[in-house]
């Protein structure tokens, strides 16, 4: 958190001045009020308007404030945000799999918006608030002793009773997090399958579906709720309990001639000043509380789950070999003994039964998991640093994910390399369907709903012709696909990759007449 703070020393330095002044400009009217009347100043229609001019001042800067430093925040919450995914994308494998990515996606949102509000509202508020908290008091002591001492014991009566609250609060919003995000990453799921959502004849199949998550999203938000507002309310019926009393006594205060009306008139623009502030002084509690669950979370969902960095970094892919490859999926010990090497121009057809593990050994090759037994330019794969091997390999796998953006920066998917060859794409056979009734400008829907299958497979396929790897696999993504878009598939991918190593995993041996070698996989 020191780190974080430091790192963002300028938006807090920016923010605490920002809320200092603010915290100044608060309380002066009512202390030019005070001064007023304890002066024995004449209250003529001059002065009046004056200070109502000197009002509307202060509140311009004060939303002028507000825009200042939002535009400060702007800058920190997407710079804090890039940081978090950053470590999402470096996160295991099987982490990711194993928490959903929604979920992970939902927990990072909350974790920026928790810290954003730490620091804008109890990091730097802190000192404001305790600014206008004592000036409060010094007013309202000036009123009258005992009205100062009936303020005075409100302080610690709310920090210590919010404190006890957002202590066991902590617990339960810990519990409420991690139950909305799942339940959300379920609902996600049923709903973004649209075609099996639309089959179906009535709603009654898809409530049953997401009934139980939404009654643990929304009874996980109740039990918070509950707990927080009916534990809090009694604090909050405290403080509204004297607050009608010390109105009540100034009343009597003023019939009886002890005190004088202005009095009154100041501790009803400072009464509501000095309870806003003890609100957003005790809501330290809250706010540190929910920074407090999200720190847990990124450092024991995302900080905890990276992948580990090696030091051998690859220039190119000569060479792999595969021995006897150990890898685990859900704890389960996974063995090939496969012993044979592949090198630049071998096409490898990939076979066996479904389940055998076809996949998970090709994934390896990426370090999706950590696994033994090969080699790559006769290094062992445990020793080579990530982003190296990656580089290099180009993974395809049946399920395409079509982002709804235009086909030109899905076949970039976030490069900006200025000189890609556009002009070999437009005239490839690969993309003459697509380019029939879709420009390179073109938006293309969510999960590309506008493209057959085959099509789809071809905008990933794509890359290749305007990137240079190494290595590629091709995992099952002709099994949907008609022959023609096949051979087609098929035919650029290899022209292109002719000095290459190409591994396809297909169960259609048609397939393998484009290959040279085979790993054969078994049960």
């Known amino acids: 958190m020191k780190d974080l703070i430091l790192k963002n020393k300028k938006f807090v330095i920016i923010t605490f001045i920002l809320t200092l002044f603010t915290a100044i400009l608060t309380v002066s009217v009512p202390i030019l009020l005070s001064n007023i ?9 001059q002065n009046f308007i004056l200070i109502i001019i000197f009002m509307f001042i202060t509140y311009a800067i004060q939303i002028s404030m ?3 430093r939002e535009n400060f925040a702007l800058k920190f919450n997407t710079d804090y945000t890039k940081e978090l995914y950053s470590k999402l994308f470096n996160m295991k494998y099987d982490s990711i799999l194993e928490q959903g990515s929604s979920y992970l996606i939902d927990r990072i949102g909350q974790t920026v918006n928790n810290l954003y509000l730490f620091l804008i509202n109890s990091l730097v508020g802190i000192i404001s608030n305790v600014i ?7 007013l309202i002591g000036l009123i009258n002793v005992y009205l100062f001492l009936m303020l005075l014991a409100l302080v610690p009566i709310n920090y210590l009773g919010y404190k006890f609250i957002n202590k066991k609060l902590h617990e339960k919003s810990k519990v409420m997090q991690e139950e909305t995000s ?3 990453k379920e609902l996600i799921a049923i709903f973004k399958n649209t075609d099996m959502i639309k089959q179906e004849s009535d709603y009654n199949r898809i409530e049953s579906l997401i009934s ?10 109740a039990n918070v709720n509950k707990f927080g507002q009916s534990t809090s309310l009694i604090i909050k019926l405290i403080n509204s309990f004297v607050q009608n009393l010390m109105f009540f006594v100034l009343a009597y205060l003023i019939f009886i001639g002890e005190t004088q009306v202005g009095n009154l008139v100041i501790a009803s623009i400072v009464l509501p000043i000095f309870f806003t502030a003890l609100q957003a002084f005790t809501n330290v509690n809250l706010e540190y509380r929910d920074l407090i669950v999200s720190k847990e979370f990124v ?3 995302i900080l905890n789950e990276q992948e580990e960095q090696k030091d051998v970094i690859l220039e190119d892919i000569e060479s792999i070999h595969f021995g006897k490859v150990d890898f685990n999926i859900a704890k389960k010990s996974i063995t090939h003994n496969i012993n044979a090497t592949f090198s630049r121009g071998d096409i490898i057809y990939v076979d066996g039964p479904s389940g055998s593990g076809k996949s998970s050994l090709m994934k390896s090759l ?3 998991r950590d696994a033994s037994g090969i080699r790559i330019n006769e290094y062992k794969l445990e020793d080579i640093n990530i982003q190296s091997l990656r580089n290099h390999i180009f993974y395809l796998s049946q399920e395409t994910s079509i982002l709804p953006f235009t086909l030109k920066e899905n076949i970039a998917f976030g490069s900006v390399d200025p000189y890609y060859d556009w002009s070999n794409l437009q005239n490839s056979e690969l993309m003459a369907s697509i380019l029939k009734n879709h420009s390179l400008d073109g938006k293309l829907l969510d999960q590309g709903s506008n493209l057959s299958g085959g099509e789809k497979q071809r905008v990933m396929l794509a890359r290749l012709l305007i990137e240079d790897y190494d290595v590629v696999i091709l995992d099952e993504v002709t099994s949907n696909i008609d022959k023609k878009s096949q051979d087609i598939i098929l035919n650029t991918v290899l022209e292109r990759m002719k000095n290459k190593i190409v591994f396809i995993i297909s169960h259609d041996l048609t397939v393998k007449e484009f290959c040279n070698k085979e790993i054969k996989i078994t049960l």
């Open 37 to 45: 009347f304890n002066n024995n100043y004449t209250i003529n229609t």
């Open 66 to 68: 507000v825009i200042i």
């Open 132 to 138: 206008i908290i004592t000036v409060s008091l010094v």
């Open 182 to 184: 799942s339940g959300y």
């Open 212 to 221: 139980p998550s939404i009654k643990r999203i929304y009874s996980s938000m």
């Open 299 to 301: 450092e024991e969902s």
């Open 366 to 368: 990426l370090k999706f």
